[in-house]
C-alpha cells in the first residue's frame, strides 16, 4: 500500500521491540530458516531465556514481526483518511518518500523473506492475505471518495506491484535512477487514478 515501508522503530526501551528488530537483522542476514534464537539473542544482547519470556518461539517473532510492520502500515495508510479529493495528490507527493523506503536494501530483503515464508506456512500467508485485504479496503474507500473507476481494486495492484517490484529491482540493479522512476510513477498514478479511459 502506498507510503508504507518504515521499518521498526529503531529506539526503544521495550524489550519485546529490542527483540523484534534484532529478529529483523538476523532475518535479512541469514533468512528466516537459517536465522536461528542464539543469533537473534545476540544482535539484541539478550540471553535465549530471556527472549523466551517474551516470545514462545521463532515462529512466535515472526508473526509479531509481520503483525507490528502491518500496524504501521496501518497507520500510514490512515492518512489518507481526510484527504478527500486530495488523495491523488497526496499519492504524488508522497512518491519521493515511498520509492526512498521502497529501494532500502534492508527492507526489500525482509519484504522477500516474508513472501517466501508466506509460500511455506499456510497460518503465515492466510495472516498476511487477511492484513494485505484490510489494508486494499482502506485506501480503495479513501479513493473513492475522488476517483471515478470501476476497477479500483486492479489499479491498486498495478500500483502496490509497481511500488514493491522497485526494492527488488534496487537490489539487482542498484545504481537504479531513482529520480527518474519517481517522474515515470507520477505518470503512472496519473494514468491509473485521474486521467479519463
Known amino acids: 500500500m502506498p507510503g508504507m515501508s518504515e521499518a521498526l522503530p529503531k529506539c526503544s526501551d521495550d524489550p519485546r521491540e529490542r527483540v523484534l528488530r534484532a529478529a529483523e ?9 537459517g536465522a536461528r534464537m542464539a543469533q537473534i539473542a ?46 491523488v495528490d497526496m499519492m504524488i507527493d508522497n512518491l519521493r518518500t515511498n520509492v526512498t523506503s521502497n529501494t532500502d536494501p534492508f527492507w526489500s530483503t525482509l519484504m522477500l523473506e516474508i513472501a517466501a515464508e508466506a509460500t511455506r506456512k499456510p497460518e503465515i500467508a492466510s495472516s498476511i492475505r487477511a492484513m494485505d485485504l484490510e489494508l486494499k479496503e482502506k ?3 479513501y479513493l ?25 529491482r534496487n537490489i539487482l ?21 485521474r486521467r479519463p479511459d
Open 25 to 33: 537483522r538476523a532475518f535479512v542476514a541469514s533468512g528466516f530458516h
Open 42 to 87: 545476540k544482535e539484541a544482547q539478550m540471553s535465549p531465556g530471556h527472549i523466551y519470556h517474551y516470545f514462545d518461539s521463532k515462529e512466535h517473532i515472526i508473526a509479531e514481526m509481520i503483525r507490528a510492520h502491518y500496524d504501521e502500515k496501518k497507520t500510514s495508510v490512515e492518512r489518507y483518511h481526510d484527504a478527500g479529493e486530495k488523495v
Open 139 to 141: 485506501v480503495i474507500s
Open 144 to 168: 473513492k471518495t475522488s476517483v471515478k473507476k470501476d476497477d479500483l481494486d486492479s489499479r491498486l495492484e498495478v500500483f502496490v506491484a509497481l511500488m514493491q517490484g522497485i526494492g527488488i
Open 173 to 193: 540493479n542498484p545504481n537504479l535512477d531513482k529520480e527518474a522512476v519517481i517522474l515515470i510513477l507520477q505518470e503512472v498514478i496519473e494514468v491509473l487514478f
